[in-house]
């Protein structure tokens, strides 16, 4: 029997053959530049690449640091912005209230203070009996009925233009007190009228001793007194100046409220300029019982100041 022929191929050989001898050649050139592995590529040692891959870790750790931070900062803007909107709102939501309280407030009419004193309550009138009608006896000077033991005596008369109706009792009742006057008596006639105007006896309006002489002018003017009535009435004005005169006791004689302040503010200033010096004594003209006013005006004022009231009608 014969061998089957075996065909070699010599490309196949030649191919490991070059194999072989480039890997032979390789490990020879591995071995001869084994030794300058460690000095080839970069020029910085083992000790320094170590440092300089901890100072990258210590940055990258710094930046990390930083960022964490960062996002830390980035949550507390985002908190606050939240709060802000909602402070926001809510500050929208006073506004838009005060808007309604004050168009609420703006149809309620708020009534303005006034910048005038306040009114001092009218004084209330006291019960009083009548005192004794023009007995004199007891005090060494009366006038219907109004004593009083001063020495120092001013009168002072309403001349305003109602009064002309009851210048016969004015003129009777002066006369009454002229004729009652003593040497030691000192007297002044003050009448009043609007403006404030006065017509004074003595001319000076000065307290004087009751001479003879004396008494025949002050009869003479309170003959001539009628004559000039008119005008309204200033009381308080009349009383002022007569307390300037330092007097003991003062007789007013008026048919008519004053016109010169309220009645009871006039009251109150008056008591307050006295100071209880004088005796203010008050006589009611004519119909004082329909004026009420009239009547509780003098009966305070004379009970504020050591005094009597009396009235006269026609």
């Given at each position: ?7 070699i ?25 084994f030794?300058?592995y460690?000095?080839g ?22 930046e ?7 996002r ?26 005060i ?58 008369v ?6 002309r ?30 403006g ?14 009751s ?24 009381t ?44 203010i ?34």
């Amino acid at each position: 029997m014969r061998s089957p022929q075996r065909n070699i191929t010599v490309f196949s050989i030649s191919a490991l053959d070059l194999f072989a001898a480039a890997l032979g050649a390789f490990i020879l050139i591995v071995l001869v530049l084994f030794p300058y592995y460690r000095l080839g590529g970069t020029d910085i040692n083992f000790e320094e690449l170590e440092e300089q891959v901890q100072k990258r870790r210590e940055v990258a750790s710094s930046e990390q640091t930083e960022m964490a931070r960062i996002r830390a900062l980035e949550r507390d803007i985002n908190l606050l912005d939240k709060q802000y909107l909602t402070t926001e709102q809510e500050m929208s939501e006073i506004e838009a209230r005060i808007l309604e309280l004050l168009k609420q407030t703006a149809s309620v009419e708020i009534p303005i203070p006034s910048t005038a004193p306040e009114p001092v309550p009218e004084p209330k009138p006291i019960p009083r009996p009548e005192p004794p009608r023009s007995t004199g006896k007891g005090v060494p000077f009366s006038i219907l009925g109004l004593g009083t033991s001063k020495k120092d005596i001013l009168i002072v008369v309403d001349m305003s233009g109602s009064m002309r109706a009851h210048s016969s009792n004015v003129v009777a009742a002066l006369k009454e007190i002229i004729s009652q006057l003593q040497p030691d008596n000192k007297l002044a006639i003050l009448g009043y009228r609007g403006g404030p105007t006065y017509d004074t006896y003595p001319s000076n309006g000065q307290l004087t001793a009751s001479s003879p002489a004396f008494i025949d002018g002050a009869i003479k003017f309170v003959d001539g007194l009628s004559r000039k009535f008119g005008g309204g009435t200033p009381t308080q004005s009349a009383l002022i100046r007569a307390l300037n005169l330092r007097p003991q006791a003062v007789f007013l004689i008026s048919d008519g409220a004053p016109d010169d302040g309220r009645p009871g503010e006039i009251v109150v200033n008056i008591t307050n300029r006295n100071r209880g010096r004088a005796e203010i004594h008050t006589v009611a003209i004519g119909e004082y019982t329909q004026d009420k006013q009239l009547t509780l005006f003098l009966q305070e004022l004379a009970n504020q100041n050591k005094g009597d009231f009396v009235g006269l009608a026609r």
